[in-house]
């Protein structure tokens, strides 16, 4: 451990919060920023000082933007009629990463988890509610495939039981390019039970 | 690529630059960094921006500390009468781990490679020379076992052939743990001839 006063300490010390950085990559990281050119680490240094402030969330699906609208809310293109609901920003990326959605979305910023003290009315749902008033179809529940993740899906379903509204939920099953012989038991039966004709 | 204004592609672009971190991992920090308190995304952001001011290099060996000596040049119970040469301070920070030497250190901040114009001039020999000129008996050159490390080695020994100091290089051989059936052909060759009764 380095003593106090000490800035490459302190800068190690900080960086190896982060996830997946030790105290080895952290000082590995300290001394590559040390080396390179002043310019970028008062860049790297204003854009984290900074970031808190500049990120908003949308104040209709919670999405992160620099915008009190997000760019997915703000383009006309999406189709309104279909919200796809995850538990977090990360997961809203990979879906957009991936092409496969053209709707709108509701980011929860958690899921429930009775457990911790996560009750429905910490989760914005009520909001969720106030957006399918209009002229939403359908909303997809793309929370994981965890315990919580399922348990927010089935009262997502029951929210939604009296309303016009369907609540439909991503398929789960073997990944692609999955190998059977070591896929674990709880895929490989919902594999089987959401099994299509072909 | 998120198009400019936008906070958080900001962020992963400037993380993505960091050695081995991708757009992925980079994207995964950014938004772990969004969900702590701001309190550490500003703390980090201000060691980044300041560390440059911050460090200063030992006047003496080149070390980085907050101050214009060292921490090792500083400290009395460091024998002043053995030098050893590293290319870069994270070596130091390694041989230091190591607790294997308790001599003092001149950090050349790189090493020659006249194809890449970097001459002799551009590394500190005359400091080191000037440092030798007082009660200095012996310098242990420490480089990379490598190409440039060992001409950097070469080139130390030269500038001392006139001169009363010693200077060694660190022994060479077949690495703690290493499997022999693993061990390339210069590391086995090294490690013969540098070879000792037992």
Redesign the interface.
Known sequence: MRPA????G??VE??S????IGER?A?????????RE?E?????????????E??IRCEDCGN???EAKCKICSDIRRDPKIICVVA???DL?AIERSGTFRGRYHVLHGLLAPLDGVGPDRLPLDALEKRCESDVEEIVVATPLSVEGEATALYIKQVFAESKVQVSRIASGVPHGGELEFTDQVTLGRAFAGRKQI
């Not at 919060?17 to 997946?20: A, E, G, I, K, Q």
């Not at 970028?40 to 808190?52: E, P, R, S």
């Open positions: 006063g000490d800035p490459i302190e800068l900080l960086l919060r982060l996830p997946s990559t000082t590995r990281l300290a001394f590559h920023i040390l080396k002043p970028y680490a008062k860049a790297l240094g204003q854009a984290l000082t900074d970031i808190h500049r990120v992160y933007g620099a977090q920003v990360p990326v």
